[in-house]
């Protein structure tokens, strides 16, 4: 195979000259070419068959120890100008950074073959999608990007029409954590990633492309690209309606996106379904509404604590055609983690025996790489190249106290402060204080890839480009009483908060204007056989003013940190909250 498309093929020749690789493998995403691909990972190790009973076509790959995450100290913007990355960026100057993972890639495919994938993130027919080319040396980089992206001569075929594509160049090295860069050219449209095979590092078509490039993208050419679920919700008079969700890590992001609504509500007749579990990319229609992509084609989602109870959906898609990534195995052979159920594996994570002494059986971040369409609840809208219409966008945190259940934005600069103050309280499953509030503003700290002073005037914006932009919400599942227990069940449940937040988009329920925001009242959310005190709910819906203003305090600190790239809105929402308050 080879290609029309110039750019593309002196590239590749220039990466190959750079790496010296023993061939040129182009992958087409044929089925013939999965198999092939699959073959040669059992041959040579990397991949060890699970049952094939119970789970066909399934796969274990067990990562070196020392290479099961992302790396954010080790993962730079290269932008021309230092400030335009941002004080939430590492940053590195682009001909520096050139060179430093230039000299580390002069030779390092030499043995080895070199593959270059053409991807597409979204649909392929989409004007929505946007393409890129990953070249890497590494095999099961190639079958996590066949799940997670439309890979192969499609995608080429694409590349060749439309001309543009961004360019990701990856070696998984020697895993050395001393020799490892992830390295992003927003200016280029370029991506340079050197010593993991870790997905949000390796697979660069995820973070690394949707998210830091895309963000850039989107800031220039108009729309946004965002770590966000995107969820149907259809009620029971038959209306279609789509929500979108930023949540930081650890919050159950998943969960939602394949959330089983309680019983009483599917018998009313409600339906939910999955278009996306971590990214979305929203661009205005000339209805003046938001139209979202998920621009991933796969799940790539943490292994530990799913089961039958948390998320049966996501269990459900697992028995079949699946990546697994440093989980356990029982005697049988079959994956196994931690919360799936009461066995005990025979080896752990690092092919050992297994012995509750060395920790976890599964790594914590243990992970399960499967095409989306093998999830029950995956909603055909999924592959419609115009999107899906957001009428709601969610931010959430994890907060112990102060943040009410549900608030709805007075307006779209509001919904903006909610979503770039948004914060998490650390818990005890982290070293360091516990309690201590840690603002990830639309859940992007990690993956922004310019100035958040920008990002947030960017979306501040986006009001003159969309008229009909969707209503922002943010919500607290987390809340605890006194006695340290949470006091909202969340899971199934949080259709309940779904519920009102779809209510208020249709304008048929009701709130309260308060000085945080419009809040529901215990009477506005449908508490039928919900089993929980009201007085609970009253709790949960209540603005607590003088904690608030410490809260207020805390914001205008937080965004000072940010300069002059403020948008201005930002403080006079901050300021409307205080007056209110006062
Ligand atoms: O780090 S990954 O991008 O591989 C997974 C995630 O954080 O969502
Ligand atoms: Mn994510």
Same mark, same amino acid.
């Given at each position: ?287 003046? =509404?938001? /139209? ?5 084609? +796969? ?6 604590? &799913? %089961?039958?109870? !948390? ?98 934005? =007075?307006? /779209? ?5 909610? +979503? ?6 650390? &818990? %005890?499953?982290? !070293? ?151």
């Amino acid at each position: 195979m080879s290609t029309t498309n110039q750019a593309l093929a002196d590239w590749v020749k220039q990466v190959a000259e750079l790496t010296q690789p023993d061939q040129i493998y182009w992958c087409d995403g044929s089925e013939a070419e999965d198999q092939k691909f699959n073959q040669m990972l059992l041959d040579d190790g990397s991949y060890k068959q699970l049952n094939s009973e119970t789970h066909p076509n399934c796969y274990l790959h067990l990562s070196d120890s020392q290479d099961v995450a992302r790396v954010e100290h080790l993962t730079f913007i290269c932008t021309q100008k230092e400030v335009d990355a941002g004080p939430n960026n590492h940053w590195m100057d682009p001909a520096a950074a050139h060179d430093k993972i230039d000299a580390l890639f002069a030779g390092c495919m030499k043995g080895r073959t070199m593959y270059v994938i053409p991807y597409c993130m979204g649909p392929i027919d989409s004007p929505i999608a946007r393409c890129g080319v990953e070249i890497t040396d590494s095999a099961y980089v190639v079958q996590n990007m066949r799940l997670m992206t439309r890979m192969g001569q499609a995608a080429l075929s694409r590349i060749e029409q439309e001309g543009g594509f961004v360019k990701g160049l990856h070696s998984t090295g020697e895993l050395d954590p001393n020799r490892r860069f992830i390295m992003h050219f927003p200016e280029e449209l370029s991506i340079k990633s050197f010593g993991s095979g870790y997905g949000g590092n390796a697979l660069l078509g995820k973070k690394c492309h949707a998210l830091r490039i895309a963000s850039y993208q989107a800031k220039t050419e108009g729309w946004l690209a965002e770590h966000m679920l995107i969820l149907g919700i259809k009620t029971p008079a038959g209306k279609q309606h789509y929500v979108a969700a930023a949540f930081p890590s650890a919050c159950g992001k998943t969960n939602l996106a394949m959330l089983i609504p309680p019983e009483g509500y599917l018998k009313d007749g409600w339906e939910i379904s999955t278009v996306g579990d971590d990214i979305c990319w929203m661009r205005p229609g000339e209805d003046g =509404r938001l /139209w979202a992509i998920n621009p991933e084609a +796969g799940f790539f989602g943490v292994a530990p604590g &799913t %089961a039958k109870e !948390t998320n049966p959906n996501a269990l459900a898609m697992l028995y079949q055609d699946t990546i697994f990534t440093n989980v356990a195995e029982t005697a049988d052979g079959q994956p196994w983690w931690e919360g799936l159920d009461d066995r005990t594996p025979q080896t752990d994570w690092q092919g050992r025996p297994y012995d509750p002494a060395n920790g976890p059986a599964a790594h914590p971040n243990s992970r399960f790489t499967v095409s989306a369409k093998r999830c029950p609840s995956y909603s055909a809208e999924s592959e419609s190249a115009t999107g899906v219409p957001i009428d709601a966008i969610i931010f959430g945190g994890r907060r112990a106290s102060l943040v009410p259940l549900v608030t709805e934005a =007075r307006s /779209w600069d509001h919904g903006v402060l909610m +979503g770039a103050t948004v914060a998490s309280e650390t &818990t %005890a499953a982290a !070293t360091g204080a516990v309690g201590v509030v840690r603002r990830d503003p639309m859940a992007m700290k990690p993956f922004c890839g310019y100035h958040f002073g920008d990002y947030w005037g960017h979306w501040v914006g986006m009001k003159n480009q969309a008229n009909k932009l969707p209503k922002v919400f943010t919500v607290n599942w987390f809340r605890k009483d006194e006695k340290g227990q949470f006091m909202w069940p969340g899971f199934g449940e949080n259709m309940r908060v779904l519920e009102w937040i779809i209510g208020r988009c249709d304008n048929q329920l009701g709130a309260n204007e308060t000085a945080i925001g419009l809040l529901p009242s215990s009477q506005d959310i449908n508490t039928k056989d919900l089993g929980m005190d009201l007085s609970v709910l009253d709790e949960l819906l209540k603005v607590d003013k003088s904690a608030w203003k410490d809260e207020v305090t805390s914001v205008e600190g937080f965004l000072r940190n940010y300069g002059s790239r403020v948008p201005g809105e930002l403080f006079r929402e901050l300021k409307e909250i205080d007056d209110q308050l006062s």
